[in-house]
Nanobody
């Protein structure tokens, strides 16, 4: 059974940092490209970071380029998202998943950027 468990969210002031983690189980993690997504109520889920299965290729949309860094530890079946210089518009529920043909979504982790 596939399980994705996100953690690390919280309330942070503008300009602050957070590190999210996503622990995966039930999948051949090292063979799968992974990504982080975010979503706000009533809005479409958007991709914020991609990492290839070997950790050698990355993609970030312009909205987070230079502020977010995705990484993975295949031995720990975990993908991370380091978020710096956070802005109020980064507020959302953050999820991890593969880059297509999605697994069942986890519960996500709430990130709130507010003073």
């Amino acid at each position: 059974q596939v399980q994705l468990v996100e953690s690390g969210g919280g309330l942070v002031q503008p300009g602050g940092s957070l590190r999210l983690s996503c622990a995966a189980s039930g999948i051949a993690f090292s063979t799968i490209n992974m990504a982080w997504y975010r979503q706000n109520p009533g809005k479409q889920r958007e991709l914020v970071a991609f990492i290839s299965k070997d950790g050698g290729r990355f993609y970030y949309p312009d909205s987070v380029q230079g502020r977010f860094t995705i990484s993975r530890d295949n031995a720990k079946y975990t993908v991370y998202l380091e978020m710096n210089s956070l802005k109020p518009e980064d507020t959302a529920v953050y999820y991890c998943n593969r880059d297509y043909d999605y697994f069942s979504w986890g519960q996500g982790t709430q990130v709130t950027v507010s003073s």
